[in-house]
């Protein structure tokens, strides 16, 4: 039962709910060090209550937001990986299974960043939706490799991630320019490149990213101007492979309308996707810390990695 929840797991749960832990990958990472705590604060008596207990530890954190699939990828990684004859090698593989996912995250996203940072040019300018630390490693790569980079950033209504994006951009040297997410066909023209982050990859080639991507791929494939979608093999939904479907976030009308709005309107209704998808057409590179895909292809790449590992190992 809940009660047998370790306290850092409820709060990483609420954390990203909330949006405190937000980012695909980042949520996959705190996901992990919840079942990590779990695991090393658990006080079961017997190896089939401590799994138990990592079980509704695990159902806790998917709870919490539906669509990036990092997340029961993270899940699915320390849990298969969980094993022993008794509590206490249950517990040191479920920590060790969780550092060393942590571990591959971060050489994945380097390895992904020296990829995507062959695709830039000195000089280039890319435009950014939302915030992706999967393409942060790309301009962050292409900066060590001494090259300039100019930035157009989306502002990214309704939660303004493009924010985050502006200031770790500055950070880099880059120079910025910051507009409105109904500006990007207008300065289109001026980019080089498009690049975003996904929070899942679909088997057919589909990338689920921030609401807008999908409008902001299709402007740029009509301008001709690549779009690259930066995404470690973590945001590959084996679940697609048997024709799952990806759940779409609805969130709350608050982030868009205040009430004092609201009211002033009158009876509307407020809808509020947190994602799109973007099929595969209007993709130019997926680039993985594999190597770039076509997104027609990746379907290979995902049998290869997760083909038999599609398991739901927190069902009891
Ligand atoms: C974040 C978002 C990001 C992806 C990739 O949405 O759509 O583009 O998660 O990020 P939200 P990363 O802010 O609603 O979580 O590359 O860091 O995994």
């Known amino acids: ?9 409820t709060e990483i749960a609420e954390d990203i709910a909330e949006m405190e832990i937000r980012g695909a990958a980042t949520i996959a990472d705190a996901t992990a060090r919840a079942l990590a705590e779990q695991a090393a604060g658990s006080d ?13 530890a695990a159902r806790r954190l998917l709870d919490t937001r539906p669509t990036a699939v990092s997340l029961p990828n993270s899940l699915r990684y320390v849990l298969q990986r969980t094993e022993g004859e008794t509590v206490e090698e249950l517990r040191e593989s479920a920590v060790a299974g969780a550092r060393e996912f942590r571990d591959r995250l971060d050489s994945a996203q380097t390895d992904l960043g020296s990829i995507g940072a062959n695709r830039l040019r000195d000089g280039d300018t890319v435009l950014f939706h939302c915030h992706s630390t999967d393409v942060m490693a790309c301009i962050r790569a292409a900066r060590e ?14 939660r303004r991630q493009g924010h985050i994006t502006a200031k770790q951009l500055r950070e880099l040297g880059v120079s910025v320019t910051l507009i409105v997410d109904g500006a990007a066909g207008r300065y289109l023209g001026d980019a080089d490149h498009v690049f975003v982050g996904a929070d899942s990859v679909t088997a057919d080639g589909s990338v689920v990213n921030k609401i807008g991507t999908r409008q902001l791929a299709v402007t740029a494939r009509e301008r001709d101007t690549p779009i690259v979608v930066a995404a470690q093999t973590l945001k590959l939904d084996p679940t697609t492979l048997t024709g799952q479907t990806v759940e779409i976030e609805m969130r709350e009308e608050s982030e868009v309308l205040s009430e004092g709005d609201r009211a002033e309107i009158g009876d509307i209704t407020v809808e509020n996707p947190a994602f799109d998808v973007t099929p595969p057409r209007y993709v130019d590179a997926i680039v993985t810390e594999r190597g770039q895909f076509p997104p027609e ?4 790449l995902m049998r290869e990695l997760f083909g038999e590992q599609a398991s739901q190992p927190w069902e009891e």
Request: proline share 8%; charged share 30%; net charge negative.
């Open 1 to 9: 039962g809940d009660h047998d929840i370790h306290p850092s797991v």
């Open 44 to 56: 079961a008596a017997t190896p089939e209550a401590f799994e138990s207990e990592l079980r509704d």
């Open 145 to 158: 490799q001494g090259k300039s980079i100019d930035a157009i950033v989306k502002e990214t209504r309704p």
């Open 297 to 300: 292809s990746i379907v290979f």
